[in-house]
């Protein structure tokens, strides 16, 4: 099992003051796969009762509005709902350029398109390949790709290990030779992960505590306490910009906070 700090009382949660900034906020609005790349945070934009789909947005990091991605070249591409096409992963392949990957539906037929956007041109370019690094089992989520090869992400059967605990995933890497270790174990609700040189941070709950967390050898260690969501590195590995969930009395309020990345 693996070990589990105990939040502290300087562990608070949300946006409007320590520990981060607020980018943008929304009761409707939710913020998934998050990247950071240049001086724009980039994200799946998801609505909770809807079939309006998953627009890509963009934001600065700096703060201001929040603005659609102008991707071209989709042609007649639709989502499943026969609306416009929005990417169902999204992930950084340079330090400009991001790799879109649809599922593009047409009235008779579906398709993968994959798409090459250069982030400082802003000019897309249709490509024959997916950009997204596969593992060796269909249960993984969450996955982030390392400079060094290696996938991590959470799924309930590590390797050739014993399935997890009901209701629990383990962290494990798959190296570039294909080779899978644990590196922790005991999330309950895994939300959001994201990997910078070797330190790798988790979102979720972990042995009845939710928040967010610094993934090691066989422990978590806490960062901030409360419900967090989709979570990515800045470029330079010193800050995060995190999904913070508010549940009011009334309704949600969902925000992009930006905080110090821990060491």
């Not at 290696?150 to 590590?158: A, E, I, K, N, R």
């Not at 009011?248 to 925000?255: C, I, M």
Request: a negative charge.
């Amino acid at each position: 099992m693996a070990a589990v700090a105990v939040f502290g009382l300087a562990a608070t949660a949300g946006c409007s003051g320590p520990p981060g900034a607020e980018l943008v906020s929304s009761r409707v609005e939710g913020y998934t796969n998050l990247i950071w790349l240049g001086d724009w945070v980039y994200y799946r934009a998801s609505y909770e009762d809807s079939d309006s789909g998953t627009p890509f947005k963009r934001v600065p990091a700096a703060g201001g509005s929040a603005q659609e991605v102008p991707v071209d070249g989709l042609g007649d591409c639709m989502n499943k709902y026969l609306g416009s096409a929005e990417p169902d992963r999204v992930v950084a392949i340079s330090d400009h350029e991001l790799g879109l990957e649809y599922d593009c539906y047409t009235r008779d037929s579906s398709r993968p398109v994959y798409v090459r956007w250069d982030a400082a041109r802003e000019r897309s370019t249709l490509v024959d390949r997916p950009f997204s690094r596969t593992v060796s089992t269909t249960a993984a989520v969450f996955s982030a790709e390392a400079a060094d090869g290696s996938t991590v992400y959470l799924t309930d059967h590590c390797g050739t290990d014993a399935a997890e605990p009901a209701a629990t995933r383990a962290v494990c890497r798959q190296d570039a030779a294909g080779r899978v270790s644990a590196i922790a174990r005991g999330v309950e609700a895994p939300a959001g992960l994201a990997v910078h040189g070797d330190r790798i941070v988790l979102t979720g709950t972990v042995h009845g505590h939710a928040g967010l967390w610094t993934v090691g050898p066989g422990r978590f260690d806490p960062v901030v306490q409360g419900d967090y969501g989709s979570v990515a590195f800045s470029p330079d590995g010193k800050r995060l910009v995190v999904e913070f969930e508010d549940h009011g009395f009334w309704s949600t309020t969902k925000s992009l906070c930006v905080i110090a990345a821990p060491h």
